[in-house]
């Protein structure tokens, strides 16, 4: 379950043995499968302590603002989403350079939904804004709801005149962030490090294979994260002195939310539910492992004697300006 914690794990523990016996991953007598269901949180976050602090990662974004635009965007505002509906959803990249901005790399299109936190994500070459406008409009197709807002940074790959008069043409709802305030976007940037920097690092991306293999990973990433991955969302805030208490709902899988929701179609329900019964998470969280063993190869072969060439090139630029 990918070291989730325990408050997002113990909810999710006597649907994910049911479904592992189904699949033959599992095999455990009574007294363990009783056990299973009986522990509480606090115990398998102790147990996991240890295993957790090997996955820690760390990073830094680089994100530049667009100014084309802006005053034709509205910065986003309640007023204009209903965060309870399906289809209301934040988008951001997440760039692969390995800690050198320089040339072209890989970025990963993030698309969370407010409401259901389902998460969809798409790799492309670089940040140009075709090549996010039409991983945009594949995303679209793989949501199972339609998509009825957007809310992007201000970056130019987003803040520019194909996007919004396709959100017109389409009926979306186009909105953007307050500059530099990235709490602004929170559900999508929770989901580029729990999603995204979990799965393939802080490595430098930047063939065409990288592409591929990366857009292949997250095709089953998908499928494992919204389906089997639960998640919490906070319910209020309250201030009691100088600390702040935060009270979250109980966990649910993206899956499980868009099947709560009554604003999404039986039909889509029926698809969701059919695929559902086809998956194995032990078998999709092997291939997810196999891809990324792939991927780290191909980082390890080229990334280093790429990184070498340009900050050599920087340096010499740096001592002879002209």
Request: proline share 3%; aromatic share 8%.
């Amino acid at each position: 379950m990918d070291y989730i914690c325990g408050k997002r794990l113990q909810p999710a523990l006597g649907e994910l043995v049911t479904v592992l016996e189904r699949h033959n991953e599992l095999r455990c007598d009574r007294l363990t499968r009783e056990k299973l269901l009986q522990v509480s949180a606090a115990t398998i976050d102790r147990l996991l302590r240890v295993e957790r602090r090997k996955h820690e990662l760390r990073g830094k974004a680089r994100t530049k603002p667009g100014t084309l635009m802006k005053h034709q965007i509205p910065i986003r505002t309640f007023a204009e989403w209903d965060e309870q509906q399906p289809g209301f959803g934040e988008i951001d990249l997440v760039a692969h350079e390995g800690g050198l901005a320089a040339g072209d790399y890989c970025q990963t299109l993030d698309l969370t939904d407010v409401a259901t936190t389902w998460t969809e994500t798409i790799a492309v070459r670089n940040k140009a804004q075709s090549h996010v406008f039409a991983a945009i409009q594949k995303v679209r197709k793989n949501l199972p709801f339609a998509l009825l807002g957007l809310d992007s940074d201000n970056g130019s790959e987003f803040i520019n005149d194909q996007l919004l008069s396709y959100c017109r043409q389409e009926k979306i709802t186009f909105t953007r962030s307050r500059p530099y305030r990235k709490n602004d976007n929170c559900f999508v940037e929770q989901k580029n490090y729990s999603i995204v920097r979990r799965a393939v690092g802080y490595a430098r991306y930047d063939t065409e294979e990288q592409c591929e293999l990366l857009n292949e990973l997250y095709s089953y990433l998908r499928l494992y994260t919204n389906f089997f991955l639960p998640t919490m969302k906070l319910k209020s805030k309250e201030r009691v002195g100088s600390r702040v208490k935060k009270c979250y709902d109980q966990a649910l899988t993206p899956y499980q939310r868009v099947l709560q929701s009554p604003l999404v179609g039986k039909a889509a329900k029926d698809r969701l539910r059919a695929k559902y019964v086809t998956l194995n998470p032990a078998a999709l969280k092997r291939k997810i492992e196999r891809l990324q063993q792939r991927l780290a190869k191909t980082s390890n072969r080229t990334n280093w004697r790429e990184c070498a060439r340009m900050v050599s090139v920087r340096s010499a630029q740096r001592s002879n300006p002209f």
